[in-house]
T-cell receptor, first 111, second 110 residues
Framework: NAGVTQTPKFQVLKTGQSMTLQCAQDMNHNSMYWYRQDPGMGLRLIYYSASEGTTDKGEVPNGYNVSRLNKREFSLRLESAAPSQTSVYFC??????????FGSGTRLTVV | QQQVKQSPQSLIVQKGGISIINCAYENTAFDYFPWYQQFPGKGPALLIAIRPDVSEKKEGRFTISFNKSAKQFSLHIMDSQPGDSATYFCAAGNDYKLSFGAGTTVTVRA
């Protein structure tokens, strides 16, 4: 009963490096999301995928790309990391009932 | 600019007391208003949610009050317990997207 699994849990990058955050859900949900959480800012939507094969920008998409690989997996890529992307990243999934299930997060530091 | 404004940023309450967190929104198209609870090092978890056709929803010690005309909603935690110490986020949304408030850190003193 895994729910939403995110990898890695922690990552330190140097400015300009690239990386991909992985997310997988086993609840057969159609919709998946990437949020970032910063102190005093709450959770801000980066990208979402309403269904397999579709992706759309959220509030803060600049500097990120996403891939909905299949119904289970939704990855977030940072092509050239910047210190402003230091944050905790959460993946979530949901079905039409609207209840979001969040992963446990990836804590990313860009130095 | 945040579409959902949440206050206070933090609060301290004695065990057995009432915690109240308030949120306001602007977009009248929003039709779903959930609250999430987050413990340190964990992802947020759905606590309780309401739709605009009702003014109040209660689940155990947690109650949402909703005022559609004022575009405000609030979370009341009755008989607060030390285990309720967490960060609480309100959210509002439609079309499968949610906008979140900035969060309120609640500390319950024994």
């Amino acid at each position: 009963n895994a729910g939403v699994t995110q990898t890695p849990k922690f990552q330190v990058l140097k400015t300009g490096q690239s990386m991909t955050l992985q997310c997988a859900q086993d609840m057969n949900h159609n919709s998946m999301y990437w949020y970032r959480q910063d102190p005093g800012m709450g959770l801000r939507l980066i990208y979402y995928s309403a269904s397999e094969g579709t992706t759309d920008k959220g509030e803060v998409p600049n500097g990120y790309n996403v891939s909905r690989l299949n119904k289970r997996e939704f990855s977030l890529r940072l092509e050239s990391a910047a210190p402003s992307q230091t944050s905790v990243y959460f993946c979530a999934s949901s079905e039409e009932s609207w209840g979001y299930t969040f992963g446990s997060g990836t804590r990313l530091t860009v130095v | 600019q945040q579409q959902v404004k949440q206050s206070p940023q933090s609060l301290i309450v004695q065990k057995g007391g009432i915690s109240i967190i308030n949120c306001a929104y602007e977009n009248t198209a929003f039709d779903y208003f959930p609250w999430y609870q987050q413990f340190p090092g964990k992802g947020p978890a759905l606590l309780i949610a309401i739709r605009p056709d009702v003014s109040e929803k209660k689940e155990g010690r947690f109650t949402i009050s909703f005022n559609k005309s004022a575009k405000q909603f609030s979370l009341h935690i009755m008989d607060s317990q030390p285990g309720d110490s967490a960060t609480y986020f309100c959210a509002a949304g439609n079309d499968y997207k949610l906008s979140f408030g900035a969060g309120t850190t609640v500390t319950v003193r024994a």
